[in-house]
């Protein structure tokens, strides 16, 4: 069973940045969509944004613009750039893989963005 690691969270200002990594025990070709998910205390967990196997992206619209999905095969992880920032994208966030009837998620990290 591949296992996802998100590393990058943390605490930063409005209008600051940060980096999310999302490290996979296996191939991340085996999945056909990589996601980043967030999730604020009350509410549910949401599509944050996507890339497919083959390089596709998608976003939810209130980060368009502001962060940048993609991916590195070689080394097993996806990123989730983040620029910005503002307090309401203070969630925790989920990297989420799918693929050949699997859906695997990672523990989560706290992105946490003080106005």
């Known amino acids: 069973q591949v296992q996802l690691v998100e590393s990058g969270g943390g605490l930063v200002q409005a209008g600051g940045s940060l980096k999310l990594a999302c490290e996979a025990s296996?191939?991340?070709?085996?999945?056909?969509?990589m996601g980043w998910y967030c999730q604020a205390p009350g509410k549910q967990r949401e599509l944050v944004a996507f890339?497919?196997?083959?390089?596709?992206?998608n976003y939810l619209d209130s980060v368009k613009g502001r962060f940048t999905i993609s991916r590195d095969n070689a080394k097993n992880t996806v990123y989730l750039q983040m620029n910005s920032l503002k307090p309401e994208d203070t969630a925790v966030y989920y990297c989420n893989a799918k693929g050949f009837g699997r859906n695997i998620w990672g523990q989560g990290t706290q992105v946490t963005v003080s106005s």
């Open positions: 890339i497919s196997s083959g390089g596709y992206t």
């Open positions: 296996g191939s991340i070709l085996s999945f056909n969509v």
